[in-house]
Each structure stands twice: as structure tokens, then as C-alpha cells.
């Protein structure tokens, strides 16, 4: 089986690293991008990318890569 992973990635300048208010982030905590300083939801980009894990292994089943 296949693994597809998934890195939270800042929207505006695409940057991996975050910071957050606190050393362990609960799953709705923002974070901010260490590089532009955007904002980002980790709640709503968690719902994001399981949407698109779960689109990813429907095309994958239907044998599209």
C-alpha cells in the first residue's frame, strides 16, 4: 500500500514552518507563518487536506493516478 502524505504549507508564500501560541497546538489553534506572518486555521486545514487525502485514494482505487 501505497503512503501519501500531506505538509501543511502557508497559502500566501508557501513556507513549512509555523509557529504557534503555545508548544503543543490543539487541533482548532491557528498558527502563524514564521516566514509572512499569515494566519492559518488548523482545524479548517485539516478538514482541507482530508478532503483531499480522501479525493486522492477515490481516484487511486478507481486506478487514475
Not at 23 to 33: F, I, L, Q, S, W
Request: aromatic content about 4%; some cysteine; proline content about 6%.
Amino acid at each position: 500500500m501505497a503512503e501519501i502524505k500531506y505538509t501543511l504549507k502557508c497559502p500566501q508564500c508557501g513556507s513549512t514552518k509555523f509557529k504557534a501560541s503555545s508548544a503543543t497546538p490543539g487541533p482548532n489553534d491557528r498558527v502563524t507563518c514564521a516566514q509572512c506572518g499569515t494566519g492559518i486555521d488548523l482545524g479548517a486545514e485539516k478538514k482541507r487536506l482530508q478532503k483531499e487525502a480522501r479525493e486522492a485514494i477515490e481516484q487511486r482505487l478507481r486506478g487514475r493516478p
